[in-house]
């Protein structure tokens, strides 16, 4: 049985990793407020260019369709970008994105499908490497600052490198959807060739195009992979600090109960310590 100075070195130990899990936990509280606002705030421009392409694309059709709507007409060469965070610490967060990520290629490569990864983020990068280091195409980092459109064109402009050289048919995105601080949602969501949902289109009023839905589209279809991928690094962002704020506050609770079992721990020992020792007195003072 550990000595009451032991135990009492191990409550002052788990006190300090108490401390720090409690600062983390308010700094993540307050990053999330600002990472869920920019979240919730690109939701409608991403939106809006989706509509905006729905409407295009109902007035282009055969070989005036771009590519990047149209397809290859192959789907055999599959990209799969894999969006996480740089950071750990938030719980099955990233874990979670990567689960997704493995269920999707293991499904491409079931069927026979060429598949290639790029990973956002270090822990996407560390998880997917040992097991598809074959596969690898690059990695980018995510860093400390809010994304923005200087993260994500470079990304963005690999990917369609990689599709106007035929290295590629499809392009896949998986990340984590900002639900609530609870819930954040892995996602699964092709960019390329765009995916045109029914009832994405803005309301029935007729627009003139100039110049024409091709020429239009030919622009916004690279611009809608930069807002997708932006958009999601926002979500990302904003489900990492909520799941790292949930987790550290876990980790306080599960501190103070731990450093409570211990307290009675060591007062049963010193107790039993004391006791022992009066009864030793006792027994000198009854032989003498």
């Not at 409608?44 to 055969?62: D, K, Q």
């Not at 932006?230 to 550290?248: D, I, K, P």
């Not at 103070?256 to 049963?268: S, Y």
Request: hydrophobic share 45%; no cysteine.
């Amino acid at each position: 049985m550990a000595s009451v100075k032991e135990m009492r070195t191990r409550i002052g130990s788990v006190k300090s990793t108490q401390k720090i899990t409690k600062a983390m936990q308010m700094v993540a509280a307050a990053k999330l407020r600002r990472a869920q606002t920019a979240a919730e705030n690109a939701r409608p421009y991403a939106r809006r260019m989706a509509s905006v392409i729905a409407n295009l694309a109902a007035g282009v059709s055969g070989p005036s369709a771009p590519r990047l709507l149209a397809g290859t007409g192959s789907d055999q060469r599959h990209l799969v970008i894999v969006a996480t965070s740089d950071r750990g610490l938030a719980g099955g967060f990233n874990s979670g994105i990567v689960r997704a990520a493995r269920e999707k290629i293991s499904a491409l490569l079931a069927e026979g499908k060429d598949v290639r990864i790029i990973t956002v983020g270090r822990k996407a990068r560390d998880q997917l490497r040992r097991q598809h280091a074959s596969r690898y195409v690059e990695s980018y980092e995510v860093g400390i600052k809010a994304p923005s459109f200087a993260l994500v064109k470079p990304i963005a402009q690999r990917a369609l490198d990689m599709f106007e050289a035929g290295e590629v048919d499809v392009v896949t995105l998986v990340y984590s959807r900002f639900k609530s601080v609870v819930t954040q949602t892995p996602t699964v969501l092709q960019l390329v060739p765009a995916i045109v949902e029914a009832g994405q289109a803005t309301d029935g009023a007729f627009y003139n195009y100039e110049p024409d839905e091709s020429e239009i589209l030919a622009t916004l279809l690279p611009q809608n992979i930069s807002v997708q991928l932006l958009t999601a690094l926002l979500e990302n962002q904003a489900g990492f600090f909520a799941a790292q704020m949930s987790a550290m506050d876990n980790a306080t609770r599960n501190a103070g109960d731990l450093i409570n079992a211990l307290t009675i721990q060591m007062n049963r020992t010193r107790q039993a310590q004391i006791t022992k020792e009066l009864i030793e007195i006792i027994s000198g003072a009854s032989a003498v």
